[in-house]
């Protein structure tokens, strides 16, 4: 697999975001993926807005989210089920404003590919959206697929064997969050200026249609809650 960053000009509000992409990618192959940082997206599609005091952000995040907990450092919330720190409010190389997360990230991404599609004249592209994450009891952020077009975003590995011939029950890969952790390491979080990345060689299956909720676990079935619901009592030692 190779993952190559784009250098880019600064992407402007309300700018088209199909224009931008091929000014700076002229081609793309066959069983390629796109990924696409969320801010542009975003940006695309005039998600910005102006907080003037803290009310109003406060106002903003929960109108954003599904739930939401005040916490002294953040407001943790879950947005499009995933859990996040302000509803994904973003105010980094934003020009001195606040760029919402796209209004639904998966619809962005088929939009964008079935344009692309005819664009490049392809049969097989991906399209993935990603943005960052912080994981719980880690330090620095990772990327994580915020939507996702062309490909399965889970590889599942119930029913085979392993290399002692042992039946896998529960085994899967999150395909999506693994390609866009990649590639937001290389496409950086500072002033690296390469909002989009191509990935080829993925070991992955190409598909048209997709499920927006197969990485969607139940709370109740999310192996790390008794954890969370205990965390006062928890004590970490550096060691």
């Known amino acids: 697999m190779k993952i190559a960053a784009i250098n880019t000009s600064i992407f402007k509000k309300d700018e088209s975001l199909i224009d931008f992409i091929q000014t700076y990618l002229p081609a793309l192959q066959e069983k390629s993926v796109l990924v696409i940082t969320s801010k542009i997206v975003s940006l695309s599609e005039g998600r910005v807005e102006i907080i003037k005091n803290k009310k109003t952000r406060e106002q903003l995040i929960k109108a954003e989210s599904q739930w939401t907990l005040k916490t002294k450092y953040t407001w943790l919330t879950i947005r499009d089920g995933m859990p996040m720190s302000s509803a994904g409010i973003d105010e980094s190389n934003a020009d001195g404003k606040i760029i919402l997360l796209p209004q639904d990230s998966f619809r962005s991404a088929n939009i964008i590919r079935n344009k692309l599609k005819k664009i490049y004249q392809l049969q097989n592209l991906g399209v993935l959206i990603t943005d960052s994450r912080l994981l719980p009891l880690r330090a620095g952020i990772v990327g994580v697929a915020l939507g996702y ?15 002692f011939g042992r039946i896998l029950k529960l085994s899967r890969t999150d395909v999506a969050d693994s390609l ?3 590639a937001v390491l290389l496409m950086g979080e500072g002033a690296e200026q390469q909002p989009l990345a191509v990935v080829t060689n993925a070991p992955i299956e190409f598909r048209n249609r997709i499920s ?13 809650r008794p954890l969370f619901e205990k965390i006062k009592n928890i004590k970490l030692k550096n060691k």
């Open 149 to 163: 077009a062309g490909f399965s975003g889970v590889r599942k590995y119930q029913g085979k064997a392993d290399i």
């Open 180 to 182: 866009a952790t990649a």
């Open 212 to 224: 927006r909720h197969e990485l969607v676990i139940n709370i109740k079935e999310d192996i790390y």
